[in-house]
């Protein structure tokens, strides 16, 4: 079964800095989906990217970025000059025919 | 556009009580999930189906049971409730064939007191 591993459990940074979070799989499919998800506080599970496992193209929208490496089986996370609103539990995750396992997620605290 | 609806969004029961839990996937989805989330804990999944059929199980006690009904909704039903059961419960829908993503409801806390 597919595996996600987050091992940041907390991470505290103070506003304007940059923050990573990592996220490392693993799989036995060559097929493979694989997720970020952002949890504030009020709970709902926000979407904020999808990448298959054929498209290595690294991705970034405004203040996040992505960084795929298949060759050591990473999905990074980076928020760049991060802000109080990006205080949340952020989930990897990982989708396999449709099956799809979380990591444990990262907590960000982000310090005014 | 149109996201996963979910009801109720709270919820309290007592134990040894039911409860059932709706959620209503996005137009044309056609795989519905359910997830239980514990405090401080990762999703886990509990059950799908596919166009109405259960397609994957994961860990779902006995005494909770799924459906997906002809209009595409799905419903929880959970039994016999215990303590533990006390979550945030998350449905999810995808369409099979298209890119992969799983969008997910706002979820509905469940409190067992």
């Known amino acids: 079964a597919q595996k996600v591993t987050q091992a940041q459990t907390e991470i505290s940074v103070v506003e304007k800095e940059d923050v990573t979070l990592d996220c490392v799989y693993e799989?036995?499919?060559?097929?493979?989906?694989l997720f970020w998800y952002k949890q504030p506080p009020s709970g709902e599970l926000v979407f904020l990217i999808r990448?298959?496992?054929?498209?290595?193209q690294n991705e970034i929208s405004g203040r996040y970025s992505w960084n795929f490496q298949k060759s050591t089986s990473s999905f990074n996370f980076t928020i760049t000059a991060s802000q109080v609103v990006d205080s949340a539990v952020y989930f990897c995750a990982l989708s396999e025919d449709n099956d799809m396992r979380f990591g444990a997620g990262t907590r960000l605290t982000v310090k005014p | 556009a149109a996201g996963v609806i979910q009801s109720p969004r709270h919820l309290i029961k007592e134990k040894r009580e039911t409860a059932t839990l709706k959620c209503y996937p996005i137009?044309?989805?056609?795989?519905v999930y359910w997830y239980q989330q514990g405090p401080g804990q990762d999703p886990q999944f509990l059950i799908s189906?596919?166009?109405?059929?259960?397609?994957d199980k994961g860990s779902i006690p006995d005494r909770f049971s799924a459906q997906q009904f002809s209009d595409y909704h799905s419903e929880l039903n959970m039994s016999s409730l215990e303590l533990g059961d006390s979550a945030l419960y998350f449905c999810a829908s995808s369409l099979e064939r298209a890119d992969g993503t799983i969008y997910f409801g706002e979820g509905s806390w469940l409190t067992v007191v």
């Open positions: 799989t036995r499919d060559t097929t493979y989906y």
């Open positions: 189906f596919y166009e109405k059929m259960q397609s």
């Open positions: 137009p044309r989805h056609d795989t």
């Open positions: 990448r298959n496992s054929f498209d290595e």
